[in-house]
């Protein structure tokens, strides 16, 4: 895409990959490694890092479970080193459509980095579209309609009803953002994975009724299945108890059962309480240990001799590393690439690195590669697997509880409580409120 104008080069985006005209023609418009955003810039939105191929594949994802759609480019704007548009999508088997704006850097003539804004601008407000480009011509306002033919998908009409919560605050502002989808039925995984890349939160819970009275549930992130998280059971709980009512209920998860307790806080916001399966913590292999604090940019020196590194489970494996200082721990800035291959080759689900300000107060955070995004605000698993490391090394009182402190260091704070039964063979258990961001279907 050498030689285009900024604009051309996010309008031929739009209209030709976007839009799923031809979603293999991503490689002509994005660079090798693109960060997208999921949120206004500015904000501490969650990070997917993408390639060509992979967001080709992801536009497919998106037309299998929502398509086929008509697409419209609205408006295309140059300012401050940036492009900004705004496009029009409308589904054919009828349902309310939605105008979504995205910013743009573009380098080398080709898309670096982006940010999404889901439904900024509504259909009846939506701008005209402006000329860009210097052979874009005088006067000329001309929007592209692209209808998009896809036959199949995993649901028809309007799909399912996605709920958006963030867990571990009273505030949408903090908090770990989560998708919902309370009832799943008919999804299968890869509708699954095309709704939660379309959410683009770190995971998005899905929902279904199972035998006994329990739920099978399944969790998504915007690039792959895990096993358990923590966040999205806290905020998928709730959701459930906003519309059926406080009390306990059975997750049946790939990680095994697990109970959750809803009620009310004194203040009336809603929270919920999982008892994670029981821990396990193993030994880190120093080869292991090497790579991590390679990637991270830590030396051996950097860790905490009072909290040795362990792999630590509670429904997925975390590496914890102590830092030895409060400083350490808020500078923050690893190897993506390096650190995403390692997890993958672990099989870990995120990197829990900690700061023990007292005996019971812990500040943490989790860099979450192969979740798409750079760092999780709130990561409950880690929790319940932190609790289980302290318990099973001797290196808290029993029983106890205590505070974890997350976010904070990326603007969205969090607060994680976590229970810790003096019995080895019994769960975690981890508490958080949740509160409701909006929904859409």
Same mark, same amino acid.
């Given at each position: 895409?050498?030689?285009?104008?900024?604009?051309?080069?996010?309008?031929?985006?739009?209209?030709?990959?976007?839009?799923?005209?031809? @979603?293999?023609?991503a490689?002509?418009?994005?660079?090798?490694?693109?960060?997208? %955003?999921?949120?206004?810039?500015?904000?501490?939105?969650?990070?997917?890092?993408?390639?060509?191929?992979?967001?080709?594949? =992801?536009?497919?994802?998106?037309?299998?479970?929502?398509?086929?759609?008509?697409?419209?480019?609205?408006?295309?704007?140059?300012?401050?080193?940036?492009?900004?548009?705004? &496009?029009?999508?409308? +589904?054919?088997?009828?349902?309310?459509?939605?105008?979504?704006?995205?910013?743009?850097?573009?380098?080398?003539?080709?898309?670096?980095?982006?940010?999404?804004?889901?439904?900024v601008?509504?259909?009846?407000?939506a701008?005209?579209?402006?000329?860009?480009?210097?052979?874009?011509?005088?006067?000329?306002?001309?929007?592209?309609?692209?209808?998009?033919?896809?036959?199949?998908?995993?649901?028809?009409?309007?799909? +399912?009803?996605?709920?958006?919560?963030?867990?571990?605050?009273?505030?949408?502002? #903090?908090?770990?953002?989560?998708?919902?989808?309370?009832?799943?039925t008919?999804?299968?995984?890869?509708?699954?994975?095309?709704?939660?890349?379309?959410?683009?939160?770190?995971?998005?819970?899905?929902?279904? +009724?199972?035998?006994?009275?329990?739920?099978?549930?399944?969790?998504?992130? *915007?690039?792959?299945?895990?096993?358990?998280?923590? =966040?999205?059971?806290?905020?998928?709980?709730?959701? %459930?108890?906003?519309?059926h #009512?406080?009390?306990?209920?059975?997750?049946?998860?790939?990680?095994?059962?697990?109970?959750?307790?809803?009620?009310?806080?004194?203040d009336?916001?809603?929270?919920?309480?999982?008892t994670?399966?029981?821990?396990?913590?193993?030994?880190l @292999?120093?080869?292991?240990?090497?790579?991590?604090?390679?990637?991270? #940019?830590?030396?051996?020196?950097?860790?905490?001799?009072?909290?040795?590194?362990?792999?630590?489970?509670?429904?997925? &494996? %975390?590496?914890?590393?102590?830092?030895?200082?409060?400083?350490?721990?808020?500078?923050?800035?690893?190897?993506?690439?390096a650190?995403?291959?390692?997890?993958?080759?672990?099989g870990?689900?995120?990197?829990?690195?900690?700061?023990?300000?007292?005996?019971?107060?812990? %500040?943490?955070?989790?860099?979450? *590669?192969?979740g798409?995004?750079?760092?999780? *605000?709130?990561?409950?698993?880690?929790?319940a697997?932190?609790?289980?490391?302290?318990?099973?090394?001797? =290196?808290?009182?029993?029983?106890?509880?205590?505070?974890?402190?997350?976010?904070?260091?990326?603007?969205?704070?969090?607060?994680l =409580?976590?229970?810790?039964?003096?019995?080895?063979?019994?769960?975690?258990?981890?508490?958080?409120?949740?509160?409701?961001m #909006?929904?859409?279907?």
């Amino acid at each position: 895409m050498t030689g285009l104008a900024d604009a051309d080069v996010v309008r031929g985006f739009l209209s030709q990959v976007r839009s799923g005209r031809d @979603p293999s023609r991503a490689a002509e418009f994005l660079a090798p490694r693109v960060l997208a %955003h999921q949120g206004a810039p500015g904000t501490s939105a969650p990070v997917v890092p993408r390639t060509p191929a992979g967001y080709a594949e =992801h536009v497919r994802e998106m037309l299998a479970a929502e398509g086929p759609w008509r697409f419209e480019v609205l408006a295309v704007e140059t300012a401050a080193g940036a492009v900004t548009a705004c &496009w029009r999508q409308d +589904p054919l088997r009828g349902g309310g459509g939605r105008c979504d704006r995205g910013t743009y850097r573009v380098r080398d003539g080709l898309i670096a980095e982006y940010w999404i804004e889901p439904g900024v601008v509504a259909p009846g407000d939506a701008p005209q579209p402006a000329p860009t480009g210097q052979d874009a011509g005088a006067g000329r306002r001309e929007a592209e309609d692209v209808d998009v033919a896809v036959t199949g998908g995993n649901r028809a009409g309007r799909g +399912p009803e996605v709920l958006r919560y963030t867990a571990f605050s009273t505030d949408p502002a #903090g908090g770990n953002q989560a998708g919902v989808v309370l009832d799943a039925t008919g999804l299968d995984a890869a509708g699954m994975l095309a709704v939660a890349a379309e959410v683009g939160f770190s995971e998005t819970a899905f929902l279904s +009724p199972g035998g006994g009275g329990g739920l099978d549930v399944r969790y998504f992130s *915007p690039l792959a299945e895990v096993s358990f998280c923590g =966040h999205a059971t806290i905020a998928s709980a709730v959701a %459930h108890a906003e519309r059926h #009512g406080p009390g306990r209920l059975i997750y049946r998860t790939a990680a095994g059962e697990v109970g959750v307790l809803t009620d009310r806080a004194a203040d009336g916001s809603w929270r919920a309480t999982l008892t994670s399966v029981p821990p396990a913590t193993r030994e880190l @292999p120093e080869a292991d240990l090497r790579a991590l604090l390679e990637a991270l #940019g830590w030396s051996a020196a950097d860790l905490d001799p009072a909290l040795p590194p362990r792999a630590a489970y509670a429904g997925a &494996w %975390h590496p914890v590393l102590a830092a030895r200082s409060r400083q350490r721990l808020a500078a923050l800035d690893y190897d993506l690439a390096a650190l995403g291959a390692l997890m993958a080759a672990r099989g870990w689900t995120t990197v829990d690195l900690v700061w023990r300000e007292d005996a019971t107060t812990f %500040h943490a955070r989790n860099p979450f *590669p192969p979740g798409g995004v750079v760092e999780d *605000p709130a990561t409950g698993a880690a929790a319940a697997a932190l609790g289980g490391y302290l318990r099973e090394g001797g =290196h808290v009182a029993l029983p106890a509880r205590l505070t974890v402190l997350q976010g904070h260091d990326m603007g969205r704070p969090s607060t994680l =409580h976590v229970g810790i039964p003096a019995d080895p063979a019994t769960g975690i258990a981890v508490t958080g409120s949740a509160v409701a961001m #909006g929904a859409t279907a």
